[in-house]
């Protein structure tokens, strides 16, 4: 019988439940499945319900509610199955919600899920002070533990002895959460844990910077205590800040204070990020298995198709078995070679593991789900036909899926020799009489859906499935990740919306700037033209966000105190009955120097409207605060300013569509976010808005009646000599000097010496310092505030950059020589004072603390919107990218100026002057081609193209000699050595570089030496892989003990010459170690004799030789090593060796 014919009297009233407990709305109904036999549907519901019994809700904790990991265990809960547990019993809750009568059944599992959902936030709540230190530095032994006491739900496992940190665990409870309460069911009861799951949302929003354990549980492969950014945690984290983000946990009938809220600034860099490594899971794992999860279900954290296809196909072709996919490459868990008494592994020891990898069909089922959502029945028979041979059955006849097959000890040769070859073993977890219970939910939760009980939208009843525009719109006060139709995917613009509106408003700071802007015809507003609306700076509104997840009684102090970011500042908000809009942080005055260079201001601009119009994804228009300081008006760049306003006005900036107008009248189409949180809160904040100048008379009309800002210029001298006469004398020096360079190294040297407090004519040293810093920046004189600020230790207030770069796969090092200091993940702000004002780089140069600030800030946001610039870099050694740049700008532009006394925009340009010299020489290269004829000896790298041109964000003129001849650009021409100097000290690599090393160690048993460094053969081999980020890394870290960086270019080339050597006799074979200052010295050594000169140390005309020709001598040289005995081959019967 069909429920819709049914004359029940409350046919109407049940119908309208069930559509409304299943989330559905009218225009739904029609896609979900109709009950065509209802007697045959309520059969096949009760035999799901009996499985779930007697499997699930069997081992379900009585009192928590949480589950084992198998049916065997009585003591250890695990919160990752017990979320998939609770999910498969809602999925068979959601599947019986369909019929009329289903005798409580529906009640009955929606309750255990509840309770099982309670269970694992219970067990968490007693963990608040972990969540709250956890919040401060991402410390792995302030985790949420991700196992528990199955019955008293104490910690049964310290994070010492386990890998508690798996961000995609509490990522993958939001997200489930969501999806439940949305169906109806009621998880969350009182306003404490409203707060606390307002805090796993904290505690989730750094995934993206948050080294973990993963979904494995061990970290790396090598399975050595190390934990890795995983591109699955990232992209769990994702999904669930998208699910969450202004979802009531109340319900329906939850009040505005029961409202979570997201940071999306957060939320874009987990975006970037987790997009960035795809198809790679970490630097270990170049694939896993765990990603499947993440770019399907649950989590569907994609919408790229390119990136989707890419890394699905890839899990597909590199772990898919005949008996479930495995994990990783050489994942030992489970084998038979694995000794089960260790925790750890040895060094190599995963070597032993190639090949024989368990395999897990738990994998076939989530291949079966993904048809499902794809609507692909070619993939679901597929899979169904491939796990059916694989499941066991228990007493009952109920369906018992192993955890993994793995090959038995008497095969595993066999295994090796000939991969899929042998048959395997199932394990002991997951029999009738010992469960699995991951296993086991997931088997249902496919099950229902292809037995058409379950359709997928009651499965995901938020749309994660669908691209953001295709989900149902969500209504209320708060704003939603809500992307539209008109966006465009492309492999260069992923996700741009190319229709996409930004909203600019112009903020004049008084009633003067606001008339003599109007004689240029740029229309602005000022604060008090836009009142009732507010203006604030960004740190007031993370005042008040400071307040979203407070509680005293768990101990919990609310948002961290992180800046807001180009996203977030781009909402406009209302708080406390207020309208407020905040301008974007590159308008905040820090005491870092930067902020007094206009001409980098203006191109912070731009980057800042390309940034969120390439990375909005709210529902509304952004509207980004352009604010103009009277300041800005004395500076020689404010033309330049006056230009870019006129272009906005145009309604493009660079292809990007604007709009500027009043405050008002864009209010309405903005995205608005309402802070309904601070209305239950009694707080009185201390809220400073931006205020207005107040001026007697307008003023000035033009920019004629402006006072200029000084051009300032002195001779530079040195007084370094006074480090070693007494204070007296330094001090009557000092009272004498008038310079400003000469009175900041005098400073210098009293505070080095005698302190902050010292006092000179009744004044400290520190506040002569501070008062000549504000001195020299009025002024723009960049030496001595770069002198000064270093000398005052001040530190650029954010880390966002340098996260940039490491989470890009990139290394990271500060500092010279020996004493560099390695960055390969995340700071907290708080270490950036120490990494930077080390003793030894105040000893090489003081400056460089400032300096080397400086080149890493500009790198993390080229990094971020230019990353071409930086292929084949993988270590970013900013003291050798300094010298890059010192070394163009004088020994190829023969400029004078140093390039700490350059403005901050000119060493941004300078900056991507150099990074952008491969692509130059790829230019000219090309037009020599086409004329016929290859790089010479002279090898000039000419006809470059500006860094002006590729860039449209700089467009500023640049005002110094130095720039001025780096603009020449048909008047640069590079040598061959000026190149290899540049790569060098950029550590650039040509493609497919750290295969071809690799494929060289495989034949070199005793290695490689470089420099009295020896890359051994083992276990470098038998730990990495050719593709692994890991092993790059390695031979980057050989490569940088050359002090050289020509030498370096040489070497990387030398390789290069090797690899093709071997790759064309694969018979060859290093029977001593493979010494590289030998060969290149042998290869100079010909050079030389060719071109009929003497012997000597001085390799310069060697290394200013072209490509061709280098690797011909090099070439030889390693033919001539092979022929001296070091070299097992066939030649010595009389084959040749090929070389070209």
Not at 301 to 329: C, P, W
Not at 503 to 513: G, T
Not at 665 to 687: G, K, P, R, T
Not at 1103 to 1123: E, G, K, Q, W
Request: net charge neutral; charged share 25%.
């Amino acid at each position: 019988m069909d429920p819709a014919s049914s004359d029940s009297p409350d046919d109407n009233q049940t119908r309208e439940r069930q559509r409304s407990a299943s989330g559905c709305t009218d225009t739904d109904a029609d896609v979900h499945l109709r009950v065509i036999c209802y007697d045959e549907t309520v059969r096949k519901l009760d035999h799901y319900y009996g499985i779930v019994k007697r499997q699930l809700l069997q081992n379900q904790s009585i009192s928590l509610g949480i589950f084992p990991s198998t049916s065997q265990d009585h003591r250890v809960g695990d919160v990752r199955t017990s979320i998939y547990c609770a999910a498969s019993i809602w999925s068979l809750f959601q599947a019986y919600r369909r019929i009329d009568d289903d005798r409580g059944k529906a009640y009955e599992l929606g309750q255990s899920c509840v309770k099982c959902m309670r269970g694992i936030l219970t067990c968490w709540m007693r963990q608040c002070e972990h969540v709250e230190s956890f919040k401060k530095g991402q410390n792995p032994k302030f985790a949420l533990h991700a196992k528990f006491h199955l019955l008293t739900g104490e910690e049964v496992i310290s994070s010492e002895e386990y890998g508690h940190l798996q961000i995609d665990i509490v990522s993958l409870y939001l997200l489930f959460l969501v999806q439940m309460i949305t169906s109806g069911l009621q998880i969350i009861y009182t306003m404490d844990e409203v707060t606390f799951v307002q805090n796993l949302v904290y505690y989730v929003e750094r995934a993206y910077r948050t080294p973990d354990f993963g979904m494995w549980e061990r970290g790396s492969k090598y399975n050595n205590g190390t934990p890795e950014l995983h591109a699955s945690s990232i992209g769990l984290a994702k999904a669930a800040l998208e699910a969450i983000n202004g979802c009531n946990l109340f319900g329906e009938k939850g009040a505005s204070w029961s409202v979570i809220f997201v940071d999306i600034d957060a939320h874009n860099r987990n975006r970037s990020i987790f997009e960035t490594l795809l198809p790679r899971e970490s630097s270990s794992k170049n694939v896993d298995v765990s990603l499947l999860c993440a770019i399907s279900f649950p989590a569907f954290a994609t919408h790229d198709q390119m990136l989707y296809s890419k890394t699905r196909n890839q899990i597909v072709s590199l772990l898919e078995g005949k008996h479930g996919f495995k994990r990783f490459h050489r994942d030992g868990y489970g084998t038979v070679l694995e000794d089960n008494k260790r925790r750890y592994y040895h060094i190599a020891e995963t070597k032993v593991f190639e090949k024989i990898e368990c395999e897990w069909p738990l994998f076939f089922l989530f291949m079966i789900i993904e048809g499902m959502f794809k609507g692909n029945e070619e993939q679901v028979e597929q899979y169904k036909n491939k796990l059916k041979p694989l499941v066991k059955r228990d007493k009952w006849g109920d369906p018992v899926v192993p955890k993994y097959y793995y090959v038995h000890r008497d095969q595993v040769n066999l295994e090796r020799s000939e991969p899929g070859s042998q048959g395997r073993q199932p394990s002991s977890e997951g029999n009738p009489r010992n469960l699995f219970l991951w296993g086991q939910s997931v088997w249902i939760i496919a099950s229902l859906l292809m037995d058409g009980l379950l359709h997928i939208n009651e499965l995901d009843i938020i749309r994660r499935h669908l691209p953001s525009y295709n989900r149902p719109r969500k209504g209320g006060r708060y704003s939603a990740f809500q992307r539209t139709r008109y966006m465009k995917e492309s492999k260069k613009n992923r996700g741009t919306a190319s229709d996409l509106v930004v909203q600019v408003v112009l903020i004049a700071e008084s009633m003067r700037l606001q008339a003599m802007m109007a004689t240029y015809g740029i229309q602005t507003q000022t604060p008090h033209e836009v009142e009732p609306v507010q203006i604030w700076p960004p740190r007031e509104l993370v005042k008040v966000y400071q307040n979203l997840g407070v509680s005293e009684k768990l101990g919990l102090q609310g948002r961290p105190t992180r800046p807001i970011g180009a996203l977030g500042t781009s909402k406009i908000y209302r708080v406390c009955g207020q309208t407020v809009l905040c301008y974007p942080l590159v308008f905040e005055v820090s005491d870092f120097y930067l902020s007094h260079d206009m001409a980098l201001l203006i191109d912070d601009i731009k980057s800042e409207l390309h940034f969120v119009g390439k990375y909005w994804r709210l529902s509304g228009r952004p509207t980004v605060c352009v604010l103009i300081r009277e300041e800005h008006m004395r500076d020689i760049h404010f033309r330049e300013l006056l230009d870019l306003l006129a272009q906005l006005k145009t309604g493009y900036c660079d292809g990007l569509k604007v709009r500027t107008g009043r405050l008002q009248n864009l209010i309405s189409s903005s995205c608005i976010e309402h802070l309904d949180f601070m209305s239950a809160l009694d707080i009185d904040l201390d809220i400073k808005p931006f205020e207005q100048l107040q001026h007697a008379s307008i003023g000035y009309q033009s920019l004629t009646d402006v006072p200029r800002a000084i051009t300032y210029s002195e001779d530079s001298m040195s007084f370094k000599d006074m480090e070693l006469q007494p204070t007296h004398e330094v001090i009557n020096v000092l009272r004498s000097v008038s310079t400003l360079h000469g009175q900041t190294q005098l400073l210098g040297i009293l505070l080095r010496r005698e302190g902050p407090d010292f006092q000179i004519d009744g004044h400290p040293v520190a506040v002569r310092l501070e008062r000549l810093l504000k001195e020299v920046s009025v002024c723009h004189f960049w030496g001595a505030m770069r002198l000064a600020a270093a000398l005052l230790k001040k530190t650029y207030p954010s880390v966002m950059h340098m996260t940039a770069i490491l989470v890009q796969g990139c290394q990271l090092t500060v500092g010279y020589g020996k004493d560099e200091v390695l960055l390969d993940r995340p700071v907290q702000p708080g270490g950036i004072h120490d990494l930077f004002y080390n003793a030894s780089l105040q000893t090489h140069n003081v400056v460089q603390a400032v300096l080397q600030q400086e080149v890493v800030l500009y790198c993390g946001k080229l990094i971020a919107t230019h990353t071409h610039l930086f292929n084949g870099i993988l270590n970013i050694r900013v003291g050798w990218v300094i010298k890059a740049m010192t070394y163009y700008l004088h020994d190829v532009c023969h400029s004078k100026e140093t390039v700490e006394g350059l403005a901050p925009s000119e060493v941004r340009r300078l900056l991507v002057k150099v990074l952008s010299l491969d692509e130059w020489a790829q230019q000219e290269k090309q037009a020599k081609m086409s004329c016929g004829c290859l790089w010479g000896s002279e090898g000039l790298r000419g006809q470059c193209q500006s860094p002006t041109q590729r860039f449209p964000n700089n467009q500023a003129k640049w005002g110094s000699s130095m720039t001025t001849a780096l603009h020449r650009r048909r008047e640069v021409r590079l040598t061959p050595q000026q190149i290899r100097v540049i790569d060098g000290c950029l550590g650039r690599t040509p493609k497919r570089f750290y295969e071809k090393v690799f494929n060289i160690l495989r034949k070199t048993p005793l290695g490689v030496r470089l420099c009295d460094q020896l890359l051994p053969q083992h276990p470098t081999i038998s730990e990495m892989s050719s593709g692994e980020l890991n092993f790059a890394l390695t031979v980057q870290s050989l490569l940088n003990h050359i002090q050289h960086p020509e030498y370096r270019q040489i070497v990387v080339e030398l390789f290069s010459v090797v690899a093709t050597i071997l790759e064309r006799n694969p018979e060859l074979k290093f029977l001593h170690v493979l010494n590289l200052d030998q060969i290149f010295k042998d290869a100079f050594k010909m050079f030389l004799k060719d071109h009929g000169r003497e012997w000597t140390d001085d390799a310069s005309t060697f290394y200013n030789a072209s490509h061709v020709v280098v690797s011909s001598y090099l070439a030889r040289a390693v033919v001539n090593f092979m022929l001296t005995g070091d070299m097992r081959s066939e030649i010595e019967e009389g084959l040749t060796c090929k070389v070209s």
